[in-house]
């Protein structure tokens, strides 16, 4: 058997593997078992008991290592312990896409560094006798956004401390803290606050029942004595609780310089991130400690007045000095540079704003472009003096390089936007630009498993318009057109002037492939309208459009528009004025099919189906009322595979039938699980297919599961979608009753679609019906979708059947339906569709809250 302390660390590269070795072996454990992958480490715990510590390296697009954790959690070596992930150099996802499982994570740059604090962290969370996993260390969804980004950033320095309101326990810290004082872990959790903090001329108990975020000189304890420094406190939630959080800062700035320097660089070849200068200015300011800065942006040549960017000042409101009465600020912008490490008190005779400030120290650098022509200031202060010049000096100079590239950056963003990015004529982006646009999208679905589509649309004999009427008349036809293409689609879609009479369009955040459908045969009657010019002519303008979905069809953005590309000129070739989707050949789709069903066959055996489930709530009061069953699958070489292609597939071959009783009897005994634990006697959702509602032993399996299983059958809803023909299945009828009659609610799925729906909500045994998401995710767009939603709800309501609103995504669905009287909600909005531990640990946090007597919202 291991020994107590037996660790694993789990990397495909040898170097990445190699350091994590060495860092944990300077530890002192009895063995440290290092494998490549999952497969490899089930060898090396082959006969073991449980190890203490996984560590597991995170790579590329993330898709193999969630793979890898999901295997290792199955091994009983390591099902209880806790799991710490080390992003690659590679790895394109980010810390909100790791596996709930995972305890903690830090970046491979920062391995020597953090991961034994990050290790002696977890430990202090494991519930005693490690019988089961740490819980994740990521913030939870309710806590403080203030102090999130700074308290998990790996590559900040900032000191962060989270205590109870009275200070009486330590509830949790970050590696920066530990690194800067030296303490253990062990020292820290669970002691109280003052065993590690002292104020000066404050009480504890002032500066935590205020929380203000006032500044308090303070002393940090170390094993050697104290750091002086300051501290401010501020409310959160922390791990569904209301906490204080302590930020500390050390007025040790020379020691941390190079700290700093190392932070600013790795800034500046990342790009730092949407706002490089926000980021930038809050590194300088938390580890310098600075009492001032300001960012300038100027432009001498045409001697306008600089603009100010920025500015931090702790302290008191102050007047401030117009720019051109700040002595320093002009003869910064005038191309002198201003170090004053502890006299910066008498550049206030004749500048007043410095007079206002009272600093001791004092910096001014000029921001300079490639031509080494000044185009901003940097100014920065400090009331204790800024420390040790050759240390704070090249800093400052790094971050001012920084400032000056990211000033730059954005200036040849607007002059190429200004001159060559935007069509002149539309005013949308050109192709250039959406190029950029469209990897972007691409880099982020790769990262996120968004699906997406992109629509090719070209105008039908636009030339005889040129050449007939002039291109006068056609420039007005291509604006009118932009009008109506931009009418058609959402705010987060995008539409460009590809090409003379061609446009693109991109539908993101796409669930089902009807949703692009009903957006592409909008367009197309949109477009039909009658078209008047200035000179009285009327004309009919109609277009084609081909249609290319990721990641179905391709999964880069030269394919994904050249297939788009096929299918408008297969439109062309139907008679214009339609919309096609791009089908490939018959004899590659029918390969690929087949593959797929071979496959599909053995998913349910090898583990590749799971069932997802999304919640639904009480549009009163937000609460958990119900859930829906989504199967989903993880195919182990292409990955995720879209249900909108793999069911299709399934009802084809008839294993529909095999996988839906899988999908039932599976969510119907989780669900009665959750029933037993919370009481909260919510609703599961399971679709039920064309094909399962012919076979007729329906009725049997459906009363055995619930036999086998234990569920109460009024807790199950079977959803239909109407788009099944009441005549294509005859039986239809009859088994609905007869479900009912087992005590069964029916669900009538994605209602306003099809051609029946007033027939299906007076033939069919219906208790609530499920508004479909095309239409919900219009509200705010076409009044027309509005007053469908509007007629649907009151029809509902009259027929004594309830309502259900899919794809509810934006506060705007929220409110509209809300006040429609809709009776549940469904959608992005309040949650994603979970794998079943992510959902209990939904309805724990909700049992929680509701324990604490908090607000119970999803």
């Not at 002086?228 to 569904?240: E, F, I, S």
């Not at 706002?275 to 580890?287: G, K, Q, W, Y």
């Not at 997802?612 to 859930?627: K, L, R, S």
């Not at 909260?680 to 012919?694: D, T």
Request: hydrophobic share 40%.
């Amino acid at each position: 058997m291991a020994a107590a302390n037996d660790m694993l660390v789990v990397a495909s590269h040898r170097e990445l593997r190699r350091r994590l070795f060495d860092v944990l072996d300077r530890e002192d454990h009895d063995r440290i078992l290092s494998a490549r992958d999952a497969a490899h480490a089930a060898i090396l715990l082959a006969g073991r008991g449980p190890v203490s510590l996984v560590v597991l390296a995170f790579e590329g697009d993330g898709r193999a290592s969630r793979a890898c954790c999901e295997q290792l959690r199955a091994m009983e070596s390591c099902r209880a312990a806790p799991m710490l992930v080390v992003f690659a150099p590679d790895c394109k996802i980010g810390p909100a896409l790791l596996p709930e499982s995972v305890a903690d994570w830090l970046d491979s740059t920062n391995i020597e560094r953090d991961l034994v604090a990050r290790w002696q962290r977890v430990l202090m969370r494991q519930p005693a006798g490690g019988s089961s996993p740490v819980g994740p260390l990521r913030p939870a969804p309710e806590e403080t956004l203030a102090y999130r980004f700074a308290f998990d950033d790996e590559d900040g320095d900032a000191e962060w401390v989270i205590v109870d309101p009275a200070g009486d326990r330590v509830l949790d810290l970050n590696a920066a803290l530990l690194r800067h004082s030296q303490l253990a872990v062990t020292d820290l959790l669970g002691k109280p606050l003052a065993q590690l903090l002292g104020f000066e001329g404050v009480e504890l108990e002032q500066v935590l029942g205020e929380a203000d975020r006032h500044w308090y000189p303070c002393q940090r304890r170390t094993p050697h004595g104290t750091d002086t420094g300051q501290a401010n406190a501020r409310r959160v939630r922390h791990r569904g609780r209301d906490a204080v959080a302590i930020a500390f800062r050390s007025d040790r700035a020379e020691t941390r310089g190079e700290a700093a320097l190392a932070l600013l660089s790795r800034i500046v070849q990342s790009g730092g991130g949407v706002d490089p200068h926000a980021s930038t200015a809050r590194l300088l300011v938390d580890e310098l400690s600075l009492d001032y800065l300001a960012l300038w942006s100027a432009r001498p040549e045409d001697s306008a007045t600089p603009i100010r960017l920025l500015q931090h000042w702790e302290g008191e409101d102050l007047p401030w000095p117009p720019p051109q009465e700040q002595v320093s600020l002009r003869r910064v912008l005038g191309g002198k540079s201003m170090f004053h490490v502890e006299d910066g008190r008498r550049l206030a005779e004749y500048d007043p704003l410095l007079q206002s400030l009272q600093l001791e120290g004092f910096a001014g650098l000029p921001l300079l472009d490639e031509r080494r022509s000044v185009i901003g200031a940097l100014l920065v202060g400090r009331r204790r003096g800024l420390g040790r010049a050759e240390i704070v000096e090249p800093v400052l100079h790094c971050a001012a390089a920084r400032f000056a590239q990211s000033i730059e950056l954005v200036r040849t963003r607007e002059q190429g936007r200004a001159e060559g990015l935007l069509d002149a004529l539309t005013g949308l982006p050109n192709r250039l630009l959406f190029n950029d646009r469209l990897e972007t999208i691409l880099r982020e679905a790769h990262r996120t498993g968004e699906c997406f589509a992109v629509l090719f649309l070209d105008l039908d004999n636009f030339k005889g318009i040129n050449d007939t009427l002039g291109h006068a008349a056609g420039d007005q036809v291509l604006r009118v057109v932009t009008q109506r293409l931009c009418s058609s689609i959402r705010a987060s879609d995008t539409v460009a002037r590809y090409a003379g009479d061609e446009f693109t369009v991109v539908l993101r955040h796409i669930i089902k492939s009807d949703d692009v459908l009903r957006v592409a045969e909008k367009i197309v009657q949109v477009m039909e309208a009658p078209l008047h010019l200035d000179g009285g002519e009327e004309l009919q303008v109609t277009a084609s459009i081909g249609v290319s979905f990721f990641p179905d069809d391709a999964s880069d953005a030269d394919t994904l528009l050249r297939h788009a590309d096929e299918a408008m000129y297969a439109a062309k070739h139907l008679g214009r004025n339609n919309f096609q989707i791009y089908e490939m050949s018959q004899d590659q789709a029918q390969q690929q099919d087949v593959a797929l069903i071979s496959r599909l066959r053995h998913a349910e055996r090898n583990g590749e189906l799971r069932v997802f489930y999304q919640p639904q709530v009480d549009a009163g009061t937000e609460d958990i009322v119900g859930m829906e069953a989504l199967v989903r699958w993880e195919h182990p070489e292409l990955g995720g595979i879209s249900p909108g292609v793999f069911i299709p597939l399934a009802e084809e071959s008839g294993l529909i039938v095999s996988i839906g009783e899988w999908v039932l009897r599976t969510a119907c005994a989780q669900a009665h699980a959750w029933e037993r634990a919370y009481g909260l006697r919510l609703r599961l959702g399971v679709n039920l297919s064309a094909v399962q509602l012919m076979e007729r032993n329906l009725l049997e399996v459906v009363a055995g599961v619930l036999g086998e299983t234990g569920l109460d059958p009024d807790l199950l809803e079977l959803e239909v979608t109407e788009s099944i023909s009441i005549k294509e299945v005859p039986n239809l009828v009859e088994n609905l009753e007869g479900l009912h009659e087992l005590g069964c609610r029916i669900a009538i799925d994605d209602f306003g679609t099809g051609a029946a729906s007033l027939d299906y909500l007076r033939r069919l045994p219906a208790d609530r019906i499920k508004i479909d998401q095309s239409f919900v995710r219009n509200i705010g767009i076409d009044p027309d979708d509005e007053a469908i939603v509007r007629a649907t709800i009151e029809m509902a309501h009259r027929l004594k059947r309830g309502v259900v609103a899919e794809g509810v995504e934006i506060e705007q669905h929220f409110e509209f339906l809300r006040a429609n009287q809709c009776d549940e909600l469904q959608g992005y909005l309040f949650c994603r569709p979970l794998p079943q531990s992510s959902f209990e640990r939904l309805l724990a946090e909700r049992q929680r809250l509701v324990e604490s007597g908090g607000t119970v919202a999803a």
